[in-house]
């Protein structure tokens, strides 16, 4: 398994180098956002690490540049930026993960791992399945689209994993915990309302112009993809 960190702080690149090599992670370290890119976009990797704060860019939006070109590619980012608002500019770039600085090597080898392991299992489930349909809404994983009545409608990429988890799950109550750990392959503080603002979003594009909705809410329980 090969891995791109992205990180100028030489001190936090050395800790997670060693931490991925003890694991047997072949490793390789590019100090600033120019170099990551073209190591990222000319080289395979299993997964790629970026910090946010990058001394010639800015990493979530490094982090949109390599997803545009590498859409299969697991992203973490890390940061210090720790808010809702944050994490939703994080993910509506491409990442597939958030982590936190400070942070433990344990858990950024858990969530590595994680990511990895996510991808494999994806790819090898969905070899054969190349639409997904519920109702008048209808994915297609190879072209990346998503059209409800005929009516193309953009995604963001975190949104087009959401609503594809819905549209593998549906008539069925999926919690805010199950969301965030199946979808985002993390968990999050019970007190945080990340998951119903991109259930809102969702809903905007997916519900908003039609009379029939199908997103739809459980209170205390979490969230259906049903029709009415």
Sequence with gaps: MKILIIEDDNRVAELIT???K???FEVEWANTGKLGKSLA????YDLIIVDVLLPDTNGVELCKQIRTQRIDMPILLLTALG???DKVEGFEAGADDYLVKPFEMRELIARVKALISRKQRYSLSNKSIT????ADLEMNLITKTVRRNGKEITLTP???KLLQYM???PERVLSREEIAQKVWNTYFDTGTNFIDVYINYLRKKIDKDFSHKLIHTKIGMGFILQKE
Aim: hydrophobic fraction near 25%.
């Design 18 to 20: 060693r931490g991925l």
């Design 22 to 24: 003890e694991q047997n």
């Design 41 to 44: 976009l000319h080289n395979d």
């Design 83 to 85: 808010t809702t608002d």
């Design 131 to 134: 639409i997904l349909q519920y």
């Design 158 to 160: 975190k949104e087009f």
């Design 167 to 169: 549209l593998e799950n």
